[in-house]
C-alpha cells in the first residue's frame, strides 16, 4: 500500500530529515514507526498525507506517486488517510459529536448519514453515551478516543497515528494501542509512531527503527 523508493526530503535551512529511505508497509499491515526526537518519524508521516513532498525519490500510495500528485488531487488522497495526533487537536467550541461529524461534513455526507456514522464510530471507541458532552470535560484517554473517533468515521483504509500515547498512562496507552488493533483486524492499515518502546515490544508487531533520517532496524523486534 505505501511505498518509499530512495526517498530523501531536504528543508530549505539545509536539514536531512530522511536520507535514501526504502520501505514498503502492505496493505492490512499494523506497523510501528520509532526513533530518538528528530528521527524522521513525523517527516515519513507528512510525506504519506502528503503535507510534504519528496526532495528526491518517490512515495507511492495505493501505486500513486504522490509526487506526480496535482494539489487538487491531494484532498482526495486525504480523505482516504485518517490521522490521529498525540494533541487531539479537538475543537472545544464543538460538542463530542459535531468533532467526530467534521470529516463527514467536510465530504458533504448526507446528514442521517452523518448521525448513523458518528454513533458506529463513538461507539467503538465507547463514547457514544458522550456524544453531547465538550470534549473540554472528557479525560486525556477520552479526548483521544475522540480524535480516533473522528479519524475512523470516514472508515478510511490508512490510519496513521503521531504519537498518539505520549500524554497517557500506561494502562490508558496500552487500551489505546488495543483500540488500534481491533481497526486493524478489519482490514485497516495502520502506522503509528511512537516512542514508548516497551509497549511496542508487548505489541508484537512489525517495528521500524529509525535514526538521523536513515532506517537502521525493520523487523518484528526493537
Do not use: W
Not at 17 to 22: E, T
Not at 191 to 202: C, E, G, K, Q
Amino acid at each position: 500500500m505505501i511505498r518509499f523508493d530512495n526517498v530523501s526530503k531536504r528543508y530549505e535551512n539545509g536539514y536531512e530529515a530522511l536520507g535514501q529511505l526504502n520501505l514498503s508497509i502492505a496493505e492490512g499491515e499494523m506497523c510501528f514507526l520509532t526513533g530518538h526526537s528528530g528521527a524522521g518519524k513525523s517527516t515519513l508521516l507528512k510525506l504519506i498525507m502528503r503535507m510534504e513532498t519528496a526532495s528526491q525519490g518517490q512515495v507511492f500510495i495505493k501505486g500513486q506517486n504522490l509526487s506526480r500528485m496535482s494539489n487538487s488531487q491531494v484532498p482526495y488522497l486525504r480523505r482516504n488517510i485518517g490521522v490521529v495526533f498525540q494533541n487531539h487537536q479537538l475543537l472545544f467550541d464543538r460538542s463530542v459529536f459535531d468533532n467526530v461529524a467534521l470529516p463527514l461534513l467536510i465530504e458533504g455526507a448526507d446528514p442521517i448519514d452523518i448521525g448513523r456514522r458518528v454513533r458506529a464510530a463513538l461507539d467503538k471507541v465507547g463514547l457514544l453515551k458522550k456524544e453531547k458532552l465538550n470534549p473540554i470535560t472528557l479525560s486525556g484517554g477520552e479526548q483521544q478516543r475522540v480524535g480516533i473517533a473522528r479519524a475512523v468515521v470516514n472508515k478510511p483504509p490508512l490510519l496513521l497515528a503521531d504519537e498518539p500515547t505520549g500524554n497517557l498512562d500506561p494502562q490508558l496507552s496500552s487500551e489505546i494501542m488495543h483500540l488500534f488493533e481491533e481497526f486493524n483486524e478489519v482490514g485497516v492499515t495502520v502506522v503509528i509512531a511512537s516512542h514508548d518502546l516497551s509497549l511496542i515490544a508487548r505489541m508484537g508487531h512489525r517495528v521500524i527503527t529509525l535514526s538521523d533520517g536513515h532506517l537502521v532496524n525493520d523487523g518484528s523486534t526493537l
